[in-house]
């Protein structure tokens, strides 16, 4: 596999528990957030995204909470399966310019 | 099947020795845009397209280039390669100016001796 998740954050939870991943974003002005996940010796895929007029969105057992004031961004997956271990990055968009910022990167490991 | 193509899959190069990587999509997408990926570094971009012949330099452009003659296609050229630029490069498109979800590619990975 590829060595982008050397270095990288450790989230170890148990087959079946719930995950919480974190994401602080520097940017006070972005307007628009993605989670991604990669697997190992793949690109990054499409989680789900979340816009500054909200707080709150779910999709299909995951679910992104966005707080403004602390500039904070976390993924919840519920029930998480062996398929989630993966590294995990959030990407922010900056107000007025057309391009994705993206975090260093977490990995989600699950263990049986 | 939707899809970002990328090619080569892998790839080992001598400094100095001028390279292109290719990049091709399928879904009609007016952004594109190269990254690379280093370890703990997470993805950087290093060069965006908006539409066809419109292109600009994202946060490491240096040593890089980069073409939009067709809407589908966004090579990345390396010029003269340096041992620097040894990372996992992908490519990503998005359906609209204002980007969005991007689609990623499957990655190249680059070693320059």
């Known amino acids: 596999g590829e060595s982008v998740g050397l270095h990288l954050p450790t989230l170890s939870v148990q087959e079946g528990d719930n995950s919480i991943i974190n994401c602080a974003y520097s940017?006070?002005?972005?307007?628009?957030f993605i989670w991604y996940k990669q697997e190992s010796g793949k690109g990054p895929q499409f989680i789900i995204d979340?816009?500054?007029?909200?707080d709150k969105r779910q999709g299909q057992r995951v679910t992104v909470l966005l707080n403004k004031t602390v500039k904070h961004l976390s993924l919840q997956i519920a029930a998480t399966q062996p398929g989630d271990s993966a590294v995990y990055f959030c990407?922010?968009?900056?107000?007025?310019?057309?391009?994705?910022?993206f975090g260093a990167g977490t990995r989600l490991a699950v263990h049986p | 099947e939707a899809q970002v193509t990328q090619n080569p899959r892998y790839l080992i190069t001598v400094t100095g020795k001028k390279l292109t990587v290719t990049c091709s999509q399928n879904?009609?997408?007016?952004?594109m845009s190269w990254y690379r990926q280093d370890p703990g570094l997470g993805l950087r971009q290093i060069y965006y397209?908006?539409?066809?012949?419109?292109?600009d330099k994202g946060d490491v452009p240096e040593g890089y280039k980069v073409s939009r003659k067709e809407k589908r296609n966004f090579p990345l050229i390396l010029e003269s390669p340096s041992p620097n630029q040894t990372s996992l490069y992908f490519c990503?498109?998005?359906?609209?100016?204002?980007?969005?979800?991007?689609?990623f590619g499957s990655g190249t990975r680059l070693t320059v001796v």
């Open positions: 979340i816009r500054s007029n909200m």
């Open positions: 879904m009609n997408h007016e952004y």
């Open positions: 990407a922010e968009r900056p107000g007025g310019y057309n391009k994705l910022i």
């Open positions: 397209s908006m539409n066809v012949e419109v292109t």
């Open positions: 990503a498109s998005s359906p609209q100016d204002r980007v969005t979800g991007y689609t």
């Open positions: 940017n006070s002005a972005s307007d628009y």
